[in-house]
């Protein structure tokens, strides 16, 4: 008997260990946006890194990479904090965004006692050696502040020109010379999205760049003034945030990458820290254009000096709870993006409401109501699927509805609001015969699980014919040392929608952490769930 209940708590504490220890700590060793399309990173001027790819995966150096600071004699270069960032960004497989090239503000100050062509020669040397000594970085801002700060040896890489910046083609040129063909090339700017004149001016720059194929991405910096001040300042001010989505919207709409460089928050109380966080990043975020944000520094003393409270991780490693706001924030999913119906009439009275999945989600939370600001809603429903039917709705009716996507870290704000018009249809359909026009992989359900879970997945069709008739198909689970535990299905699919149960009834394999996988075509996706017996 001693033995038996020994036994049982070895047992129990053993799944204790596994699944609340190992597992959360498992998240919180990966950095926040492990799991999102985006990156997260922070800029850093020194070369202790104190927990960096905790949280980050993606390493700008500050100081350390700018002309300023690399050649103060000319010919001879200091590599060295910047070797070590670079090779930390390498050896911990970060992404690794170079800043910068060009930049008014910080170059040498020899470079303004040369001649044109001298100063033609030493920043054509400076890029090419940029280029050449780091092949392995993803990203180099070519120019920085080409508005606020243009360099004082502008004319010699051609000034003003025929095109009025004559001078930043000539930069992008060179660099694309020297770079290698994987580097993507950058620009850069601050004090942008409040001021439409600004943004309309970045835009005509980038228009440049991109006509010759010479740009691969735009930045944009997010310093909190560009926002507004300080809560406590003696000036206050705030820009309008509708203008500041707006002007971004333009911005990505030219269809190029778009990177916040330079985020940060400077308030020196943790609350107001927080409220701004809620606030701002989520603007940049949730923007699909968006593909990665940088905060311009992230621990006390590794800061813009200029800035002093912008950190989020005290001197005694303590986190500020704006990044404990942020790691949930960040591990959500995103807002769904709305599919159908939108700005249609004459949609049937029973219709099937299509959103795209978010990455992450394992469930989502639908709102479909007559009133445009959902103060009384006819529907409120939790789904596990991308689309739903609804019940029969008034005739010759304007209906509103949206989706917010949910896992087990969090709920995303709402999907942009859709709006149709309802006809006097009424039609028959199968919401199960529904196929979708993406591949989707469901989070299993319930999880953690025992003894049984379930998995549903979507092998679509890829055109209104359905001439695709069937896929081969697998779905497997493997374990943390990846060695396959079970085949749930091997074969050729039609398209449509699937259900399978995985269950360990009569099994030997221990609680813990394991892995499935789906594979169609050239669609992989893998999901985690944890067995807890």
Avoid at 23 to 34: D, E, R, S
Avoid at 340 to 356: A, G, I, T, Y
Avoid at 417 to 439: K, L
Wanted: with cysteine.
């Amino acid at each position: 008997m001693t033995q038996n209940f020994s036994f049982i708590i070895c047992k129990i504490l053993t799944t204790i260990f596994i699944v609340l220890i190992l597992f959360p700590v498992k998240l919180l060793t990966q950095p926040l946006a492990q799991s999102s399309d985006k990156f997260l990173g922070a800029g850093t001027s020194s070369f202790i890194f104190r927990d960096f790819d905790k949280y980050w995966n993606q390493i700008t150096p500050g100081n350390d990479g700018k002309w300023g600071s690399v050649e103060t004699v000319r010919g001879q270069y200091n590599w060295t904090n910047l070797d070590k960032i670079y090779s930390f960004a390498i050896n911990r497989k970060l992404i690794y965004k170079h800043h910068v090239l060009v930049w008014g503000q910080q170059q040498p100050a020899w470079i303004t006692s040369l001649s044109q062509q001298e100063q033609r020669t030493a920043i054509e040397n400076w890029i090419k050696n940029v280029c050449e000594r780091y092949p392995l970085a993803n990203y180099i801002e070519v120019v920085n502040e080409p508005i606020n700060a243009p360099p004082p040896y502008k004319d010699a890489l051609g000034g003003n020109g025929i095109t009025g910046w004559d001078w930043i083609i000539t930069a992008f040129q060179l660099a694309r010379q020297y770079a290698p063909s994987s580097v993507k090339l950058l620009l850069n700017e601050y004090n942008l999205l409040h001021s439409n004149s600004a943004t309309n001016n970045y835009i005509s720059i980038i228009n440049l760049l991109k006509e010759r194929g010479l740009i691969d991405g735009v930045c944009i910096q997010g310093h909190y003034f560009e926002f507004r001040s300080d809560i406590r300042s003696s000036n206050t001010y705030v820009y309008d945030i509708n203008t500041i989505k707006s002007n971004l919207n333009k911005i990505t709409a030219l269809g190029l990458p778009v990177y916040i460089s330079e985020f940060d928050i400077d308030e020196d109380k943790d609350a107001d820290q927080l409220a701004q966080y809620k606030i701002y990043f989520p603007i940049f975020w949730t923007n699909p254009g968006v593909k990665g944000i940088t905060l311009w520094g992230y621990i006390e003393g590794d800061i813009w000096g200029s800035h002093p409270y912008t950190y989020l991780i005290r001197n005694d490693n303590s986190e500020r709870p704006a990044l404990q706001w942020l790691r949930n924030y960040v591990m959500s999913p995103l807002p769904p993006e709305i599919i159908s119906p939108n700005l249609v009439l004459d949609v049937e009275r029973n219709p099937v409401l299509k959103w795209r999945s978010s990455k992450t989600a394992t469930s989502y939370r639908l709102q479909l109501s007559a009133n445009s600001v959902f103060a009384n809603v006819d529907v409120d429903t939790i789904v596990t699927d991308t689309l739903y039917q609804a019940k029969l709705l008034s005739a010759n009716t304007r209906y509103y509805w949206r989706v917010a996507a949910s896992n087990n870290n969090g709920t995303s704000d709402y999907s942009t609001t859709a709006s149709f018009i309802t006809g006097d249809r009424i039609v028959s359909v199968d919401i199960e015969d529904e196929i979708t026009s993406t591949y989707w992989l469901s989070q299993n359900y319930p999880n953690p699980f025992n003894p049984s879970t379930t998995i549903n997945y979507t092998i679509p069709n890829f055109d209104s014919k359905h001439n695709l008739k069937q896929q081969y198909v697998t779905l497997k689970v493997y374990n943390v040392l990846g060695k396959e535990i079970a085949t749930l299905v091997d074969g050729f699919k039609e398209p449509g929608k699937y259900s399978v149960e995985f269950s360990v009834q009569n099994s030997e394999l221990p609680s813990g952490i394991y892995f499935y996988t789906l594979r169609a075509g050239n669609f992989s996706e893998t999901k985690k769930f944890v067995l807890l017996k």
